[in-house]
């Protein structure tokens, strides 16, 4: 089981590890390559997944509201956390909020349980995603407009997605391979580029990261727990969403703290511990996990 999980692990911190190294080394200027990634790879992945034939969005509906409920509860969670720790619920409740599906998640999603997992992971991903574009920026500043979220490239693939797989539209094979190609693409430079971003946080609060660090994965988890409880589910999204209840804050959170001036130092403390303490707890979500 041991060299299962390190096995399946290796391939996601191998990557984040040489992107740190390369960042600290060369100083990439990666912002290109990133808004590459975010406009164009990532909206071609969740476009292949959804729009492929063997997708049936109603066979996900349980998965979308468990998801809805883990992300949701994160975040009150993180509210009751932050008056009890005596922090500003605008720095604390996103990061416990909005975890790493997206540079952590969807590798881990592939490579813990292959090809096949890949929808649903992107299903969980745009839950999280359609929430951190919407009530996460508009917690950030009141003055954000929740309907242009739309206007957002992973929410437009993930609309003309469903809308070819409902319609059980055929897109041309050679097109599809095309934009597959294109979406295996933002997987690698996800995490790559996850590395080269986390050169630039600094630890100034490390009672609060590690806080964070340890409260986020753990509150995931429990709530992950509860809802199997009360939502059917298959047991591979069982699986699925006990892991992504331990995956650690989004580098997205540090990147909006930074954008509306909430404390993005402290934000930043937490993105990286948690990142790092997902060294623990990922091998433990695993082990519950895989037989």
């Known amino acids: 089981m041991l060299i299962r999980i390190v096995s399946i692990l290796f391939p996601l911190f191998a990557i984040t590890a040489l992107g740190y190294f390369v960042g600290r080394r060369m100083k990439p200027d990666l912002s290109h390559a990133n808004k590459l990634n975010m406009d164009v790879f990532v909206p071609a992945l969740i476009f292949a997944a959804l729009a492929n034939k063997e997708f049936r969005i109603a066979e996900f509906v349980p998965l979308t509201f468990a998801t809805l409920v883990v992300v949701v509860g994160s975040g009150l969670a993180g509210l009751v956390l932050a008056r009890l720790a005596g922090v500003a619920p605008k720095t604390l409740v996103p990061p416990m909020m909005f975890n790493n599906c997206g540079n952590l998640g969807l590798p881990l999603a592939v490579l813990a349980f292959g090809e096949i997992a890949l929808a649903p992971a992107v299903v969980m991903f745009m839950v999280s995603n359609l929430l951190h574009f919407s009530f996460g920026a508009w917690l950030l500043d009141h003055r954000i407009k929740l309907w242009t979220v739309w206007k957002v490239p992973s929410v437009l693939a993930t609309l003309f997605g469903l809308a070819v797989g409902m319609a059980g539209v055929e897109v041309w094979p050679p097109l599809m391979i095309a934009i597959k190609m294109l979406g295996d693409i933002s997987i690698p430079l996800m995490l790559f580029a996850l590395g080269v971003r986390l050169t630039d946080s600094r630890i100034t609060s490390v009672g609060l990261g590690v806080f964070a660090a340890v409260a986020r994965p753990l509150a995931g988890m429990l709530l992950a727990l509860g809802v199997m409880l009360l939502i059917p589910l298959t047991p591979r999204e069982q699986a699925l969403l006990l892991v992504f209840g331990a995956l650690p804050p989004a580098v997205l959170n540090?990147?909006?703290?930074?954008?509306?001036?909430?404390?993005?130092?402290?934000?930043?403390?937490?993105?990286?511990?948690?990142?790092?303490?997902?060294?623990?707890?990922?091998?433990?979500a695993l082990a519950m996990v895989l037989e």
């Open 254 to 284: 540090y990147i909006f703290a930074e954008r509306y001036h909430q404390e993005p130092e402290k934000v930043a403390s937490m993105v990286l511990l948690g990142n790092l303490a997902a060294l623990l707890f990922l091998p433990v």
